[in-house]
């Protein structure tokens, strides 16, 4: 039976990658890499001739079976496209299946974005929310944003450059105009963290457009006074104009609220916006 190895590599510099990761990468039968051709960088750099295959997002099933069948004999290093294996890459499915499978999974740490931007943001470190990549479509992002509102502890995600601002405004209005840090092309060449608050953010990257890799590190919420009724009826018919369901609006009403699901929804009963039927189910 194989190892599993699962193994950070750099998310920009290549004299990031560790010691011990370039003799795994050296020694295994394998490595199984989320972009092929990234990684041939890292192994043309150190000289490195391990055979290589692809396991990515559209791939991974078709993938998972042959490479549970290498592990039985040799073994195998995992590689996402940067950083650590694992974490809001495919790499998770493959880490499942081989501890299911009764593989040794052995980690080889190394470098990891949100890991590297928070501890230059200037922001709490001590606990944080990792929120992975943010959601594509603006209804389902402002979902997100709004169930994480009362979230006292630092939040990081990742965003693509095209939809940087548009996100950084949905901060403002959701979240409010809190600190944050905005990192970008970490560790490369062209590296920068600029820190402010939101609404500073959005007038800094409207000047500069955005380009590269973003990582963002969004201060938690102020210990709030609590929701009056009227502050609850306000949010519940807020979310339900935007379209969120009525168990949705609840959910997240509560959550930042702090009041009981069964009193929002008491309220969301016999309070519900103009033109919605309490039979709608929604």
């Not at 559209?58 to 078709?62: M, Y």
């Not at 040799?74 to 590689?79: F, M, N, S």
């Not at 931007?117 to 001590?126: E, I, K, Q, R, Y």
């Given at each position: 039976m194989g190892i599993l190895y699962?193994?950070?590599t750099p998310i920009g510099n290549l004299e990031d990658v560790t010691l011990r990761a370039l003799r795994v990468l050296r020694e295994v039968g394998l490595i199984a890499a989320e972009d092929t051709r990234r990684t041939r960088k890292l192994l043309a750099r150190y000289d490195i001739h391990t055979p290589l295959t692809s396991y990515f997002e559209?791939?991974?099933?078709?993938k998972l079976d042959t490479i549970l069948?290498?592990?039985r004999e040799?073994?195998?290093?995992?590689?996402s496209e940067a950083g650590m294996p694992g974490l809001s890459d495919p790499g998770y499915e493959l880490i499942r299946a081989a501890i299911e499978a009764g593989v040794p999974v052995v980690p080889v740490p190394g470098p990891s974005a949100p890991i590297t931007?928070?501890?230059?943001?200037?922001?709490?470190?001590?606990s944080f929310v990792y929120l992975g990549f943010l959601p594509r479509r603006a209804s389902e992002r402002r979902q997100l944003l709004q169930s994480v509102a009362g979230e006292r502890r630092t939040l990081?995600?990742?965003e693509a450059p095209h939809r940087l601002l548009k996100t950084l405004e949905d901060i403002a209005d959701i979240l409010g105009d809190r600190p944050l840090a905005v990192a970008c092309e970490l560790t490369k060449m062209y590296e920068e963290v600029w820190r402010g608050t939101a609404r500073a953010a959005i007038a800094w990257f409207t000047a500069h457009p955005p380009r590269g890799e973003f990582t963002l590190v969004i201060g938690g919420a102020a210990e709030a006074e609590p929701w009056d009724e009227e502050r609850v009826r306000a949010e519940l018919e807020r979310l339900r104009a935007e379209g969120v369901s009525r168990r949705e609006a609840v959910k997240m009403v509560a959550e930042?609220?702090?009041w009981p699901r069964r009193e929002v929804y008491r309220l969301a009963l016999h309070h519900p916006p103009a033109g919605l039927n309490l039979r709608d189910g929604r």
């Open positions: 699962v193994v950070g559209h791939n991974k099933l078709t069948a290498t592990l040799k073994d195998v290093a995992l590689v931007a928070l501890v230059v943001s200037g922001l709490p470190t001590d990081v995600a990742f930042a609220s702090g």
